[in-house]
């Protein structure tokens, strides 16, 4: 019976779902019918696929042409089906079936004249085809560094139809898996470069220990920017577990190297502050793609200007803030994507935003309205609150402060004292940790919460604000080499969610 049949792997996110894609060959007027619920890139494939096999030396069917893929009730987007289909057209036509076929998937793009071409999300397709159990997965050749991640699973490169024709039928070999995919380290800017600032060094120093959102405020040119610009590099390197996460996020918006894929250090996103809903959390038409707060998966999201950008886009940060991903409704399904992040907000005082604040002309309502865009819900998920002050000339030639390297170290400390004692309730970072945690198993004695008290007393913290208030003080102690909190501990926790005071 003249059908052939090939396995894919459609994405959705960062999700995948095998596809199988069956050939039938049956009499009738010449023409090709693809069902399944393919998108437009998907059916202009009949086309590229067709001059692909004409002319790598196979037969095209001269009679009617059915192409299913399946589950028919899956949108299937993209060209990632190209070689699957090529190859099952071949197998209904020559009436053969290549053993290699049952147990391998096929991913890549099709050129006219053969060549196999690179696509997007192939990090995540392999990893569903290593999740479903398949043996073997044929991918690009310019994509093979990227499938070369995953473990347990062979991976081969193929850099045309031709090729690939000659391995399924033992008379050819396709590329094997290379090595050595992890990408360079980019230089880290240091924090000794940074003129003076002590306090808003210690919160990016505690915002680093513990994972917090920061808000920075002061006028230009005081050091907002590069503050926030420094905190990746005081991080934790990424696990590998982390390091597919984010490096599969980055398939799939299609910004990976070629050469070296594997993202190994927490990366550092930062949107120009006109960017759009869909910008920061995704969007486009059929399934989402990923936006700014899963590009920064792992890593930091630094809004500057924070106080020009649109109130919408700010309030739509507030789910991912809280559930550490974004799920986006669109034509063609759901796409979950992970957004566990740092954010860093950045704003100048005022919209005239003078050096000195005795120049400032801008009206009260002016800077209510300015500020304002900043909403409480959001504001009540930024644990550390800044304000810069300008600097005295004595700090520009005064002995720089300490470098990156001495204070990732007091992090690295107080990131492992953290993992160890939440390892048994499945979080390893303090501002993953749940407020009935910390104020049942883990509960302050009395005189410590008094301030905490007191402030919710007096309508300053909410329930959420306490929560988050005990989270800076675990991390406050664990800089410090302490087992619990204390009460200088809350203090200065509670001077930074109020905005203010110093170290």
Known sequence: ???????????????????????????????????????????????????????????????????????????????????????????????????????????????????????????????????????????????????????????????????????????????????????????IADLADVVGQTHARFAVEVAAAGAHHLLLTGPPGIGKTMLAQRLPGLLPPLSHEESLEVTAIHS?????????????????????????????????????????VSRAHRGVLFLDECAEIGTSVLEALRTPLEDGEIRLARRDGVARYPARFQLVLAANPCPCAPARPSDCLCPAAAKRRYLGRLSGPLMDRVDLKVELHPVQSGAITATEGESTAAVRERVAAARAAAAERWAPHGVRTNAEVGGPLLRRRFRLDRATMAPLRQA????????????????????????????????????????????GGDR
């Open 1 to 187: 019976m003249p059908l052939g049949r090939a396995y894919s792997v459609g994405v959705r996110g960062v999700d995948g779902a095998i596809v199988e894609i069956e050939a039938f060959i049956t009499g009738g007027l010449p023409g090709v019918h693809l069902v399944g619920l393919p998108d437009a890139a998907l059916q202009e494939a009949r086309d590229r696929v067709r001059a692909a096999i004409t002319n790598c030396g196979s037969a095209w069917p001269m009679t009617r042409l059915t192409l299913a893929l399946s589950p028919a009730t899956l949108p299937k987007m993209g060209s990632v089906y190209d070689i699957a289909l090529a190859v099952a057209v071949m197998s209904a036509e020559q009436q053969q079936h290549w053993p290699k076929l049952d147990t391998t998937v096929l991913l890549g793009e099709l050129a006219l004249d053969g060549r196999v071409r690179p696509v997007k999300g192939v990090l995540p397709a392999v990893l569903t085809a290593k999740r479903e159990g398949w043996a073997a997965v044929v991918v690009p050749i310019a994509n093979l560094a990227e499938a070369s991640l995953v473990e347990g699973i062979q991976v081969w490169g193929a850099t045309s139809l031709s090729q690939l024709k000659a391995w399924l039928a033992g008379k050819g070999s396709l590329d094997d898996r290379v090595v050595g995919s992890a990408s360079e380290p980019a230089p």
């Open 252 to 292: 799939v918006a299609g910004l990976l190297s070629g050469s070296t894929p594997l993202i190994t250090r927490p990366v550092f996103v930062a949107p120009h502050h006109t960017s759009t809903v869909a910008a920061m959390v995704g969007g486009g038409s059929g399934v989402a793609r990923p936006g700014a």
């Open 456 to 499: 919710l007393d007096r309508g300053e913290l909410s329930v959420r604000g306490v929560d988050r208030t005990l989270r800076v003080a675990w991390t406050l102690a664990d800089l410090g080499g302490r087992t619990a909190p204390g009460l200088t501990d809350v203090n200065t926790a509670l001077s930074f969610r109020q905005g």
